[in-house]
């Protein structure tokens, strides 16, 4: 069967600092990887998304960045983080072909920018 | 601008008592995902459905699907403190992103159950 796992869980962070989420997915070949953010228990916003290797796609220009150096492991980073970049964030995975488009989903991480 | 509306945003109600969350939109999709989230946990897919009209049942949870694929309705009968939680609705655009597995998701129902 298929998991995803990230981390870390929780993350404060200061203003300006780096950061680095990662996420890895077992059980499948080729998925397609996605990053969500979600503010206050709310809707999921679509920051990326990765058809494969090397292949990003943003969403919404941002302070973060996603990459993706194996194919089942994805990344979310920054170099400088803004107190706006608090938030819940949630990587996601689906199966790399068309039906169905359910996705899966991780734990989530809880960053707080102090 | 919201692709998906989920109405209503917030509900709460007491044990035994039956609801409806509906999601709604303009545009068609291919196919439409349900999901339940707990405070600091990541969504958990209830259900799917992809045909137009389709009624799918998980015990207490009744799903359907418009006859156009425009719109979704959650049913819960007899609500339970343990139904507490965020219901999401997401849709995959017909015709496009579905390459990508692309879901649009609503703003979320918070459901509240009182024993």
Known sequence: SQTIHQWPATLVQPVGSPLSLECTVEGTSNPNLYWYRQAAGRGLQLLFYSVGIGQISSEVPQNLSASRPQDRQFILSSKKLLLSDSGFYLCAWSKPDTSGNTIYFGEGSWLTVV | ?115
Request: contains cysteine; hydrophobic residues 35%.
């Open chain 2, 1 to 115: 601008t919201q692709l998906l509306e989920q109405s209503p945003q917030f509900l709460s109600i007491q044990e035994g008592e039956n609801l409806t969350v509906y999601c709604n939109s303009s545009s068609v999709f291919s196919s439409l995902q349900w999901y339940r989230q707990e405070p600091g946990e990541g969504p958990v897919l209830l259900v799917t459905v992809v045909t137009g009209g389709e009624v799918k049942k998980l015990k207490r949870l009744t799903f359907q699907f418009g006859d156009a694929r425009k719109d979704s309705s959650l049913h819960i009968t007899a609500a339970q403190p343990g139904d507490t939680g965020l219901y999401l609705c997401a849709g995959a655009l017909s015709g496009r992103g579905s390459t990508l597995g692309r879901l649009y998701f609503g703003r979320g129902t918070q459901l509240t159950v009182w024993p």
